[in-house]
């Protein structure tokens, strides 16, 4: 006679470990320190926006929807925004490219690209738009001409923003261990299988992160566009140009208007790259 088949055990669902009362009591010192932190960053950041803000308010809001339906002040904005756009978008695949390039191979010359990505970090942005009105304005040795056209303000751009991804990817490649790959190739993953369970949620968050940094310094970049650009109105003004012609003009609350917008795309933008890393994480 058979014995009756026997029920597997129920393995319990794990619960997560209650916090004790410790771990959200501040000690004194980092009481101290969490009271400076807030305190700096304060001063620094939110003060400052809070004073934008109110600025941008004292006209009422007439004075706010008469500088954002400028027809001079729209072109500005959407030119800077569209560009900024697109130069992000290229980055985030030339920089992981580059990235890439530099942490898993060798090659010679390898440690002056490491410092030639850099310059842009350390070169003052005016220089950075003379250098590239040297080379790609009227008297370009190389022939090409872009000065005065988008095609500067998107070059000028380019060269400005191209270190954020390669700087934030980098780190997260070299500490994703290769085997993990081979791992994965062993187990009968195709490349492309291993490059979007493996490779790209490791990096997700760094290349969301350095996209964030990219964008939010082209929408506010200046000094590389001055020389490069030519400022013309409806044509090659960014919106830094024009918050600069406000306030020359003496007109600061509408500069307020246009700075705080563009405090709203910059959030509108980071808030979306994180969506789109959650996402690529869950897929993976």
């Not at 530099?102 to 490491?114: A, H, I, K, M, S």
């Not at 195709?190 to 760094?206: E, K």
């Amino acid at each position: 006679m058979s014995a009756p088949p026997v029920a597997p055990p129920t393995i319990p669902s794990p619960r997560r470990p209650r916090r004790s009362r410790q771990q959200n009591t501040l000690t004194r010192g980092s009481a101290l320190g969490l009271g400076v932190a807030l305190t700096w960053f304060s001063l620094l950041v939110l003060i400052p926006l809070a004073l934008v803000v109110v600025q941008a308010t004292d006209g009422g809001w007439a004075t706010f929807r008469d500088t954002l339906t400028n027809p001079q002040t729209v072109d500005a904005l959407v030119l800077t925004v569209g560009e900024a756009l697109l130069v992000t978008a290229l980055n985030v695949v030339m920089g992981t490219l580059i990235a890439w390039v530099l942490v898993r191979d060798r090659f010679p010359g390898q440690r002056v690209l490491e410092v030639v990505i850099d310059i842009p970090f350390a070169l003052p942005t005016i220089v950075a738009g003379l250098v590239l009105l040297s080379l790609y304005g009227p008297g370009s040795p190389l022939g090409i001409d872009v000065s005065n056209t988008r095609w500067g303000v998107f070059l000028a751009l380019l060269f400005v923003t191209l270190p954020f991804v390669v700087r934030t990817v980098e780190p997260v490649l070299l500490e994703l261990d290769p085997e993990v790959e081979q791992a994965a190739a062993s187990l009968g993953a195709s490349r492309a299988t291993t490059l979007r369970r493996v490779i790209l949620p490791a990096l997700a968050p760094a290349v969301t992160a350095g996209a964030a940094l990219s964008f939010a310094r082209g929408i506010s970049e200046y000094g590389s566009l001055v020389l490069l650009s030519g400022n013309l109105p409806r044509q090659t003004e960014v919106a830094s140009v024009r918050i600069l012609t406000y306030i020359e003009n003496g007109d600061d609350a509408a500069a307020a208007c246009v700075a705080v917008l563009l405090l709203l795309v910059a959030l509108a933008a980071i808030g979306a790259l994180q969506l789109v890393n959650r996402w690529v994480a869950r897929r993976g």
